[in-house]
């Protein structure tokens, strides 16, 4: 798995491995502490009715983790970068609704966080295409 491990495949190696681990949040941590360290108010984090939605999209979001292990595992580093990059959709739509329903400072940090990430996949820098 790491006979091709380059130090360029390190920002999105710690990415897949976040996002998997913080995907389980729900299950390990629970529904309410899950909402809340996303950056929703406690009024949406004890609604039960969001309780369902955090479980079914942190689950999402650990099969992205897992296919990004995947792809590197399997030396498909072009895939990652194209995965990489399509995650600065998530940045805005995080951002967005951070911002409209949570806490602004959660917003900022999503997008500040996953930003760099998406254009380091769009510039092809964990293939060293262009870079």
């Given at each position: 798995?790491?006979?091709?491990?380059?130090?360029?495949?390190?920002?999105?190696?710690?990415?897949?491995?976040?996002?998997?681990?913080?995907?389980?949040?729900?299950?390990?941590?629970g529904c309410e502490h899950a909402l809340l360290e996303f950056g929703f108010p406690k009024a949406i984090a004890v609604n039960k009715a969001a309780w369902p939605v955090i479980k079914t999209g942190?689950?999402?979001?650990?099969?992205?983790?897992?296919?990004?292990?995947?792809?590197?595992?399997?030396?498909?580093?072009?895939?990652?970068?194209?995965?990489?990059?399509?995650?600065?959709?998530?940045?805005?739509?995080?951002?967005?609704?951070?911002?409209?329903?949570?806490?602004?400072?959660?917003?900022?940090?999503?997008?500040?966080?996953?930003?760099?990430?998406?254009?380091?996949?769009?510039?092809?820098?964990?293939?060293?295409?262009?870079?």
């Amino acid at each position: 798995m790491f006979e091709h491990f380059a130090y360029r495949h390190l920002p999105p190696l710690l990415l897949a491995a976040v996002i998997t681990v913080g995907g389980a949040r729900p299950y390990t941590h629970g529904c309410e502490h899950a909402l809340l360290e996303f950056g929703f108010p406690k009024a949406i984090a004890v609604n039960k009715a969001a309780w369902p939605v955090i479980k079914t999209g942190s689950a999402r979001v650990t099969t992205i983790g897992l296919a990004l292990l995947g792809m590197y595992a399997g030396g498909h580093l072009q895939a990652m970068d194209i995965l990489l990059a399509a995650l600065g959709w998530t940045a805005v739509i995080d951002g967005i609704v951070c911002a409209k329903e949570g806490s602004p400072g959660s917003a900022r940090f999503r997008v500040l966080a996953t930003v760099p990430v998406a254009v380091w996949g769009a510039l092809g820098m964990t293939t060293g295409k262009f870079f």
